[in-house]
């Protein structure tokens, strides 16, 4: 399986995300390519390197008004409990197991990012959000409901099935 490797098509044009996204696949390359001698221990740099990732884009999503149970940041527990799992289980020599998350995780990570992190990035932006300094330059932008969905098009409630629907399938 090919290694993933950082290309325009993962740049979102927010430096703060995308130096971080860099580095998830710089960090996730040497995972792949790792000896069993240095697999844990770069396998637990990645992990950390995620949770890091992820609680900064929680957090970004926090200060522009999406509700902290969205999908995307539920999408971010969701991965980051598997590779805590990950590191259990290859801690206890099963690094076949940590090797197959690592291949998922390349084959995860540029649909999450140009799906979920694009529609982050580009609420980001459209508030004048400062990643660096948490600062909202157009606060009247902010919504007023917090977002419950990823914050993509597809995910509005317009674009939701009506409850009647729901109840009638």
């Given at each position: 399986?090919?290694?993933?490797?950082?290309?325009?098509?993962?740049?979102?044009?927010?430096?703060?995300?995308?130096?971080?996204?860099?580095?998830?696949?710089?960090?996730?390359?040497?995972?792949?390519?790792?000896?069993?001698?240095?697999?844990?221990?770069?396998?637990?740099?990645?992990v950390?390197?995620?949770?890091?990732?992820?609680?900064?884009?929680?957090r970004?999503?926090?200060?522009?008004?999406?509700?902290?149970?969205?999908?995307?940041?539920?999408?971010?527990?969701?991965?980051?409990?598997?590779?805590?799992?990950g590191?259990?289980?290859?801690?206890?020599?099963?690094?076949?197991?940590?090797?197959?998350?690592?291949?998922?995780?390349?084959?995860?990570?540029?649909?999450?990012?140009?799906?979920?992190?694009?529609?982050?990035?580009?609420?980001?932006?459209?508030?004048?959000?400062?990643?660096?300094?948490?600062?909202?330059?157009?606060?009247?932008?902010?919504?007023?409901?917090?977002?419950?969905?990823?914050?993509?098009?597809?995910?509005?409630?317009?674009?939701?099935?009506?409850?009647?629907?729901?109840?009638?399938?």
């Amino acid at each position: 399986m090919p290694t993933l490797q950082w290309s325009d098509t993962l740049a979102l044009g927010l430096p703060a995300m995308d130096d971080t996204h860099h580095e998830f696949v710089g960090l996730l390359a040497q995972v792949v390519h790792a000896t069993d001698d240095t697999l844990m221990p770069l396998w637990r740099l990645l992990v950390s390197h995620t949770d890091a990732h992820f609680a900064r884009e929680d957090r970004w999503m926090q200060d522009t008004g999406f509700s902290g149970a969205n999908c995307h940041t539920t999408q971010h527990q969701v991965v980051l409990q598997v590779m805590i799992e990950g590191d259990k289980r290859g801690t206890a020599g099963e690094l076949a197991v940590v090797r197959q998350m690592a291949d998922e995780l390349g084959n995860w990570f540029p649909m999450h990012a140009q799906a979920m992190d694009a529609a982050l990035a580009l609420h980001l932006q459209s508030r004048g959000y400062d990643p660096l300094t948490g600062q909202v330059a157009m606060p009247q932008t902010l919504p007023t409901e917090a977002i419950h969905g990823c914050g993509g098009a597809t995910c509005s409630p317009a674009a939701a099935p009506s409850q009647d629907h729901a109840v009638a399938a």
